[in-house]
């Protein structure tokens, strides 16, 4: 994927349809809302499974374990995702559709964070695996609950991290370094610096330039 950022102010049209383009502008706080509520709900959930006298060590671990799984995640949907490469013009405008919009127009507002009807479907998806594998093949349901809620934590502060990389000057410490590793991947080579809330698996996988 290969879109340049243009000059117009003037958001770019996705559709044609009135109805489908509403839903490409989508401001931070409809994902604050949106998520934020299925951080608790999953939460509760998982304090209310525990049985009187029982451990709730894996609350803790879990919320942390599935904040940390996202970071992964993120760099892996990033990477291969949202900057695949096309090989046919239908593959190209979907990939301008998911992520290549924001690399022609970085600073839009409305399209800085992921729209619901691309983040519910991954959300589903993720919530699948994550039964599939800790609760069927491990037989450990009890994280199962723990580690959603961390996980889409995770994506919230993801989300909302990216929302101010953009937007937000930074002056010093982590914040600063990681606004200029984001800002380095849109402005000097897109196919590097995958990472946005943190440039952890951009080392792992030597996608970071020495």
Do not use: C
């Not at 942390?64 to 990033?78: K, R, V």
């Not at 723990?146 to 101010?164: E, K, M, R, S, V």
Request: glycine letters at 6%.
């Amino acid at each position: 994927m290969s879109h340049g950022p243009i000059s117009s102010k003037e958001p770019i049209r996705l559709f044609k349809s009135d109805f489908l383009e509403f839903f490409t502008h989508i401001h931070p706080a409809i994902i604050v809302a949106l998520w934020f509520p299925v951080v608790i709900f999953f939460l509760a959930r998982a304090i209310l499974a525990i049985e009187p006298g029982a451990s709730w060590i894996h609350i803790p671990i879990g919320l942390l374990l599935g904040a940390f799984i996202w970071t992964f995640a993120e760099y892996m949907l990033h990477r291969f995702l949202f900057h695949f490469r096309p090989r046919n013009p239908w593959q190209e405008r979907v990939s301008f559709l998911f992520h290549g919009v924001h690399h022609a127009q970085p600073m839009s507002k409305t399209r800085l964070v992921m729209p619901p009807p691309v983040s519910i479907p991954l959300a589903l998806f993720f919530y699948g695996l994550y039964w599939f594998i800790v609760a069927q093949l491990l037989g450990a349901a009890q994280w199962v609950a723990p580690l959603f809620a961390g996980f889409i934590a995770g994506y919230l502060w993801y989300d909302l991290t990216h929302y101010a990389l953009h937007h937000f000057p930074a002056q010093r410490g982590y914040y600063k370094m990681v606004r200029l590793h984001h800002m380095r991947h849109h402005g000097k080579d897109p196919h590097i610096r995958y990472g946005v809330s943190s440039p952890l698996w951009d080392y792992v996988f030597r996608t970071m330039p020495k």
